[in-house]
């Protein structure tokens, strides 16, 4: 058994990690440095992070651009409370990101990341309806969602194992299953059944567009949730996009919402904001929404905030985040690495093992064949974790689902390793 570094020991004596059972886990993997797709730990072994380190990386580890953006902050403007003051980098980012949102989009909040970018967005939601004094007190939400784990983010996500303790505390939402395909019209029924039963009553919709992530890289098309929105606008029901994972490029497009034909009237958004060097997210809002607000009226101020709102540096990195996502080298990436996942899906789709494959733009994924359960708390999924991870690739699979979101600066070799270690997965005796 190797070994456990100091730093490890260090870790395992003090740190409580995320989503992770303390006393049964493994021990964690220490990284000294990342460049690009890979990373390495301590004892120099390199690992391709092909999942962007949980969707957040968008153009690789220690962009030279970012830190040169953030040390050229960090030298003039660190923070400071953004609540009667403002600075450069905030408004720039604010200006650069509605321009590339539908023009129904007019005001940036900020926040920290993404379930308080959701909170703040149904917060808006709520008290826009308030302030309006026609006060609506549903939500309708898609079963199986993930918005975050803040008490509102978990209201409105999936009622699961991840949630369950706190149920006595979460606010009642009307849950619908998806238009995943083949379900189309049953779950439109379904949604079109809550308008009737409880018309008058809806404030917001609120989705994850086109890809449902923590709940197995779930894909349903844009053609059968327009039908949804449609019902939205002409029942004046506001519509929430959480872009969090989708946005900046991940489908395709800059925006997963691009694809609707109906705008949203709020966005959601953080993860690819900075390109997923520094916590920072936003929540933007169409005009109406906002002068609901706007008013003598102190009683009708959005009462939200965080310390760290508007951060300087945050907002830097943002910005060179944006440049590198706005170039035409990045999305010539975006549209090989969709290239390469359609490929490589052809040449293992008649597989025993490979069933339900689907793709989103640079999000690709399979449901590993298997006789035994596809919960995420199946043995199968720390298996498939560990045959990867001895491999040198950082996919982290949801239950049995195997999925590549990579960072948009991998190489042609590294993907081919990824591609290596997925048909030694579907080779091996792992799934039985």
């Not at 902050?73 to 650069?96: C, D, G, M, S, Y």
């Not at 008649?350 to 399979?366: E, I, L």
């Amino acid at each position: 058994m190797q070994k456990k570094s100091s730093l490890v020991q260090r870790d395992q004596a003090v740190v409580w990690h995320p989503f992770t059972q303390m006393k049964t886990a493994e021990a964690p993997i220490a990284i000294a440095k990342g460049k690009g797709a890979l990373l390495w730990d301590e004892d120099g072994k390199e690992y391709i992070d092909a999942i962007a380190s949980w969707w957040m990386n968008l153009h690789g580890h220690s962009h030279p651009n970012f830190a040169a953006a953030l040390k050229q902050q960090a030298e003039q403007l660190e923070h400071v409370i953004f609540a009667n003051f403002t600075h450069e980098p905030a408004v720039q980012i604010a200006e650069k990101v509605l321009s590339k949102l539908p023009d129904n989009q007019s005001r940036f909040f900020f926040s920290d990341n993404g379930s308080t970018a959701v909170e703040v967005g149904l917060k808006m939601c709520f008290q826009y309806w308030h302030n309006i004094g026609n006060p609506k007190t549903k939500i309708i939400a898609f079963e199986g969602a993930y918005h975050g784990d803040t008490f509102g983010a978990m209201s409105v996500g999936g009622r699961s194992a991840f949630s369950a303790p706190f149920a006595p505390y979460l606010f009642d939402v009307l849950f619908v299953e998806p238009p995943l395909p083949g379900q189309e019209a049953e779950s439109l029924a379904a949604f079109e059944q809550l308008l009737d039963q409880h018309q008058g009553e809806i404030a917001g919709f609120i989705f994850e567009p086109l890809v449902q992530g923590s709940a197995g890289m779930r894909i349903y098309e844009a053609a059968a949730l327009d039908p949804f929105l449609a019902h939205c606008k002409s029942e004046d029901i506001l519509i929430i996009a959480d872009e969090v994972m989708v946005g900046f490029g991940r489908t395709g497009s800059w925006w997963a919402s691009d694809f609707l034909a109906h705008d949203p009237d709020i966005f959601c958004l953080s993860k690819g904001l900075t390109g997923g060097t520094m916590a920072l997210g936003a929540t933007t809002c169409s005009d109406r929404i906002f002068q609901a607000f706007w008013s003598d009226d102190k009683y009708k101020t959005l009462f939200h905030g965080h310390s760290c709102t508007g951060n300087p540096l945050a907002c830097a990195v943002a910005l060179a985040s944006f440049e590198l996502t706005n170039s035409e080298k990045t999305w010539e990436q975006i549209r090989w690495i969709e290239q390469q996942h359609k490929a490589f899906g052809q040449q293992i789709i008649g597989h025993p093992k490979v069933t339900n494959m689907r793709q989103k733009g640079v999000v690709w994924a399979f449901d590993l064949q298997t006789p035994d359960s596809t919960s995420y708390f199946n043995n199968i999924r720390d298996e498939i974790w560990q045959f990867f991870i001895q491999r040198g690739l950082l996919l982290r699979p949801l239950g049995n689902t195997v999925y590549v979101l990579p960072p948009y600066c991998i190489t042609e070799e590294q993907m081919g390793k990824v591609h290596e270690g997925i048909l030694a997965l579907l080779d091996s005796a792992v799934g039985g």
